[in-house]
């Protein structure tokens, strides 16, 4: 049974920082692309950032450029999310993907989900 399972969420004041883990288990992902999105209330799931198979690739999107960092430990068959400078608009659920391919942003292209974890950045 795959699973991944996200953890690091929380409540943190503007300016803080968090780490999002997200470990994989039931399979290996080292060939397959990862990724976080987020879900705000009434908004719709968006990318946050992807990383290709080797690391070697990676993606944010604009609005957390220069404050979010994405990287892989294939040996742990783990995704972080470095998150500093938060906002508290970055206040969401956050996702932890697979992808069927070693690179991609597309959320179609994610196959493997795991629950979600709370992140909400007080003013």
């Known amino acids: 049974q795959v699973q991944l399972v996200e953890s690091g969420g929380g409540l943190v004041q503007a300016g803080g920082s968090l780490r999002l883990s997200c470990a994989a288990s039931?399979?290996?992902?080292?060939?397959?692309?990862l990724g976080w999105f987020r879900q705000a209330p009434g908004k719709e799931r968006e990318t946050v950032a992807a990383i290709s198979w080797d690391g070697d690739t990676t993606y944010v999107t604009n609005s957390v450029k220069g404050r979010f960092t994405i990287s892989r430990d294939n040996a742990k068959n783990t995704v972080y999310l470095q998150m500093n400078s938060l906002k508290p608009e970055d206040t969401a659920v956050y996702y932890c993907?697979?992808?069927?391919?070693?690179?991609?942003?597309?959320?179609?292209?994610?196959?493997?989900w795991g629950q979600g974890t709370q992140v909400t950045v007080s003013s």
């Open positions: 993907a697979a992808a069927d391919i070693g690179w991609t942003v597309a959320q179609r292209l994610y196959s493997y």
């Open positions: 039931g399979r290996t992902f080292s060939e397959h692309a």
